[in-house]
């Protein structure tokens, strides 16, 4: 697709549950990343994906959160025994390569909802 | 950690200028990129400083010192679709995340 593509839009789910969340990023961008944004803060860094390179975890807030991506396309990110503070929504980037100019361009994000 | 500090809010007339401050002390510097985020939407990019002095894109410019970790992101010809929030986010030396600002949000009124 033209820009970087999220889905479910909106998730609402018990706590304790386990949840999955997808981006499919702009065709030909290596670099990839997830970030989360609670209401009224900034964008909190996630994790970071570049090629096939190790990808940087170190925003993970705990071991309930993973990542994974595979090549250069579709990332999916997963929480675990959700808990009501991962209310927020989740937004995920691409962009052309790292240590560049090149913006990142986010997706509309995912608003999830722990009851 | 990084800091990065701009207004929670600013409200302006439509057709006028407002000037939307951020303020940065981080490990290092790399870029500066302003972000717009209309409510429930993707944020998009606006602009990107790295060295220091004024970018001037349309309506929109923005400006970095880079000696006193500072920018503004400057709006012309205020129009109601540019009621909206604005990010500061600045990369850090060797590093290729950002790290945003809370986010400035900007009210336009008639």
């Known amino acids: 697709g033209a820009g970087v593509s999220q889905s479910p839009s909106n998730k609402v789910t018990e706590k304790g549950k386990d949840v999955e969340l997808r981006c499919d990023p702009i065709s030909g961008h290596t670099a990839l990343y997830w970030y989360r944004q609670r209401l009224g803060q900034g964008l909190e860094f996630l994790i970071y994906f570049q090629g096939n390179s190790a990808p940087d975890k170190s925003g993970l807030p705990s071991d309930r959160f993973s990542a994974e991506r595979t090549g250069e396309s579709v990332s999916t990110l997963t929480i675990q025994r959700t808990q009501q503070e991962d209310s927020a929504v989740y937004l995920c980037a691409s962009s052309q390569r790292q240590n560049s100019n090149q913006p990142q361009h986010f997706g509309d994000g995912t608003r999830l909802s722990i009851l | 950690g990084q800091n990065i500090d701009q207004p929670t809010e600013m409200t302006a007339t439509e057709g006028a200028i407002v000037q939307i401050n951020c303020t940065y002390q981080?490990?290092?510097?790399?870029?500066l990129f302003w972000y717009q985020q209309h409510a429930g939407e993707a944020p998009t990019f606006l602009s990107y400083?790295?060295?220091?002095g004024l970018e001037e894109k349309g309506r929109f410019s923005s400006f970095l010192s880079r000696s006193k970790g500072y920018s503004y992101l400057l709006l012309k010809e205020l129009q109601m679709k540019d009621s909206a929030s604005y990010l500061c986010a600045v990369r850090t030396s060797n590093d290729y995340k950002l790290s945003f600002g809370a986010g400035t949000t900007v009210t336009v009124r008639a």
């Open positions: 981080t490990s290092g510097f790399n870029g």
């Open positions: 400083n790295v060295l220091d």
